[in-house]
């Protein structure tokens, strides 16, 4: 059977794999456009994520949408969830076992939406893609694997407690469609030998695109 967006927050919504269970008011599977070129992943929800069983609605939620709206996208271009279905307690930390147990419902999130970028909201979803790295050291820097760009950013609650991270987190979003534009030329040449090979070309006022290949 195929798996579907729909089946996934269906099960998201009763499972009990992890104690983030007991506390919820609702959870939050993700929201968004199921065909979207480009999936969000944060943290976990928060107070207002859990009243109302969707991703980033609060504070970070309304940042978030200033950032897209950076790059001419709303929150229905585009699918956000999190690592974590379920509000930590007094949005603590995920736990790793939480996060593990989570996976699987991401892992298929993933599958089905098949997007060309994937860009990751913090250090917990950075570290999916980007083990042992630091945030402050890597936020920006997109990498191409497989046919997909990967971008790790700050979180947005990172960025409204610490404002001078402000314009690095609008030219890391701002490096968002550059990463898009790279993927969907690297998919081109995959299917066409006889493709040119692209390159990219940057405006002058662009942000750096800072892309690595590894
Ligand atoms: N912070 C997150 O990481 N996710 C949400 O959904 C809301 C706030």
């Known amino acids: 059977m195929t798996d579907t967006l729909e ?3 269906a099960e998201v919504r009763v499972c009990t794999a992890c104690d983030l269970h007991l506390n919820r008011i609702q959870a939050v599977p993700g929201a968004g456009n199921p065909n979207a070129d ?4 944060g943290e976990g929800p928060g107070f207002n994520e859990d009243k109302q069983g969707l991703p980033f609605v609060g504070r970070s939620g309304q940042y978030l949408e200033k950032l897209l709206a950076l790059i001419d996208l709303t929150r229905a271009d585009v699918f956000i969830t999190n ?9 603590r930390d995920p736990l790793p076992a939480e996060i ?5 419902y991401l892992d298929r999130q993933i599958a089905v939406i098949d997007p060309l970028v994937i860009v990751t909201l913090g250090r917990f979803s950075m570290a999916r893609y980007f083990p042992n790295s630091k945030i402050t050291q890597i936020h920006g820097k997109a ?3 497989n046919g997909r ?4 950013l700050f979180h947005p609650a990172a960025v409204l407690r610490n404002p001078t991270l402000e314009p690095q987190m609008q030219a890391d979003v701002r490096s ?4 898009l534009e790279q993927v969907r030329a690297a ?6 030998p006889n493709a040119p090979t692209t390159t990219t070309q940057q405006d002058d006022d662009a942000p750096p695109i800072q892309l690595t290949l590894f």
Do not use: H, S
């Not at 593990?100 to 699987?104: D, E, L, P, S, Y």
């Open 83 to 91: 690592v974590v279905k379920n509000r930590p307690p007094d949005n």
């Open 100 to 104: 593990a147990a989570c996976a699987v």
């Open 187 to 192: 998919r081109t040449g995959e299917n066409n």
């Open 143 to 145: 990498k191409i694997e």
């Open 149 to 152: 760009g990967y971008i790790p």
């Open 38 to 41: 480009i999936l969000f992943i």
């Open 7 to 9: 089946q996934i927050a």
């Open 176 to 179: 968002i469609p550059l990463v």
